[in-house]
Structures are given as C-alpha cells and as structure tokens.
C-alpha cells in the first residue's frame, strides 16, 4: 500500500462504500494504513471489488451489508465492523446515501421521508452506536460525515437532498458537543461535483458550467473526497471538531453576482 501510514493502526468503517465517492475513500483509508470495513445495501460487486484490490495491495477490508434506514442494522453494522476489527473501531464514516430529482410541488411525504431516513437517520444511528463503542476504548475515535455543498446551495429538483445535508451538517456540531466528552471527534465533508463514470454524458452542460465556476478547472474526483476524510480522522486534526469542511475546488468562493 501506498501512502505515510496516517492511519496505521485504525480500524474504519465507511458506509455506502459501493459507491463512487465511498470506494474512493475507503481506498484512501486503506492506503493510509487503516483496516476498512466497506459497507453497501445493494452495490455489492462494487463493494467486492475494492475491498479485493485493497487486500491484493496488502490492506485489510471486509464487505458488510445492511440497509441504514432500519436503526437496528445501522447497530449491527457497527457491531461488526468492530467485531471484524479485533473489537476496535476508530473511524467512522457516513457516507451511505442517494439523491433524486423530484420538484417539491410534486413531492410525496414517502418521497421526502426515504430521502431523509436514508441520508440523515442512518447518519444518527450509525453515529450513536460507534460513539458508543469508542467511549469504551483508549483514543475514543473519529466521525465524519459526507455532506454536500448542497447544504448551502440547494439546486431545483434537490431539496429533499439538500435539506438532508443541511441537518447532516447541523448534526456533527450538535454530535461534537455531545460526544466530545467521550473522545469522540465528529466533523462533516462537503463536496462539490465529483467525477463519476457517464456523468458527462448524462450532464454536459453541468459539467462545463462547474469546471468552468471551479478555481482549478475541474470536478472532483472520489479520492479528493478521501483525503479530507483521511485528514479529519488522522492525528493531524485532533483539535478539529464541529467542523465542516468544503471540498469543491474553489466554486463556493466565486461570487453569485
């Protein structure tokens, strides 16, 4: 594995890791010297497939299976992944998500309820049962959770998501109050556009208007989100907490006027 063991000794779980954005961090966690429980509800080949390739470059990974909107499979999710890791379970990151498009005019209860039971409930859950866990142990832990810059700047179409994100974000401060104490540290990561297979196709006027609005000309790519994630569960943020940081590539400091 590649990377300067930032992580070395850390047992993470990261959920909706079949995804994009998860796959990518729960490789940068892996390459950090982390042992990485992935999580996924339905992408499971996906899920295989890195946690394959994270134990043929001589990392540690296993796949779990759980869907998060039921509070008793977040508990046993966690469970697991600490079983899995000797007992231990150092970092958690909540990823595990979905965004559809649905304009509100339209919108069911059911609609909106599914967006936030999966994005924001399961955040809850997952959090509460491995701050738990890591109050019993020595270092207490690390939780992160992936948010967007949708929380700030809700798109039409999007606000059962971008409402979810707010209160994703909303919850690791109330989290780092409340779970401080025990040496938990919970932060939050807000990423912009990133870069997934057929997303230029499928939006290519998007795509050109954010690498145009981005200070660096380009979307993100999953292991940008990663790198924040490894930052905020690694020693180097040990004072950091309550905080959300933004990785967008410079689009939210452009003025909208």
Known sequence: MTGH???????????????????????R?????????????????????????????GGAAVVLRGDLTDEDACRRVVAEAAEWGGGRLTALVNN?????????????????????????????????????LMREQDG????????????????????????????????ARAAALEYGPWGVRVNSVSPGLVEREGLADAWPEGVRRWREA???????????????????????????TGHDLVVDGGVSARPTW
């Open 5 to 27: 063991g930032l992580l070395r000794g850390q047992v993470a779980l990261v959920t909706g890791a079949g995804g994009g954005i998860g796959g990518g961090v729960a490789r």
């Open 29 to 57: 966690f892996a390459e950090e010297g982390a042992a990485v429980a992935l999580h996924c509800r339905t992408s499971m080949a996906s899920a295989r497939d890195t946690a394959g390739r994270i134990r043929e470059s």
């Open 96 to 132: 595990a998500g979905i965004q559809p498009v649905r304009e509100l005019a339209g919108m069911t209860a059911d609609e909106w309820r599914t967006v936030v039971d999966t994005n924001l409930t399961g955040v809850f859950a997952c959090t509460q049962a491995a701050a738990r």
């Open 140 to 171: 207490g832990g690390s939780v992160t959770h992936i948010a967007s810059v949708e929380a700030r700047n809700p798109a039409p179409g999007h606000a059962h998501y971008g409402v979810s994100k707010a209160a994703v974000v909303a919850h």
């Open 214 to 240: 981005s200070a660096v000309g380009r979307l993100g790519r999953p292991e940008d989100v990663g790198d924040a994630c490894v930052f905020l569960a690694s020693r180097l943020a040990s004072w950091v």
